[in-house]
């Protein structure tokens, strides 16, 4: 039974460390956007507000001619702030317009929480189950329950 628990725990670190890869993935794209795509003016069509310290923006920009939706983009509560027809500054992929960022969003991606929380998770997981692998005689194990033989 004990396996069972250490796999378990296992299962977890590395679920959480690869949630953790693909934020890092999401940050190293937004920050290549930002520095190689193409530049438009977007407008804010709609907000949503899920927590204290969250806010959730749609906009709408033109890619070439053609009107591109991004939809639900997190973002902090600051740029929060801004009222639905602000213009933000957008950029994008020309290849694949709806591949886009804004500040708020890259600065959301970038803050220091948002990159230490899920890889801390792991980590924490990854440091209890080697705990429980280091333990495994101690307790539960047939051989440690053993009374010395007198001899």
Request: hydrophobic share 40%; proline share 4%.
């Amino acid at each position: 039974m004990r396996w069972a628990g250490i796999v378990t725990v296992l299962l977890l670190a590395a679920f959480f460390a690869l949630l953790a890869l693909g934020h890092t993935v999401q940050v190293h794209d937004g920050r290549d956007l930002w520095a190689h795509g193409k530049v438009a003016e977007g407008t804010i069509t709609e907000q949503f507000s899920r927590k204290r310290n969250c806010c959730e923006y749609t906009y709408t920009f033109d890619a070439g001619g053609r009107v591109v939706t991004a939809e639900r983009r997190s973002i902090t509560s600051a740029a929060g702030s801004l009222p639905v027809g602000s213009k933000v500054v957008v950029r994008y992929d020309s290849a694949d317009p709806g591949s886009s960022v804004t500040a708020a969003e890259l600065e959301t991606l970038e803050n220091w929480g948002n990159r230490a929380l899920l890889p801390g998770i792991a980590l924490a997981l990854l440091g209890w189950a080697a705990h429980l692998f280091a333990t495994r005689h101690r307790k539960g194990h047939p051989e440690s329950n053993r009374p010395a033989s007198p001899t």
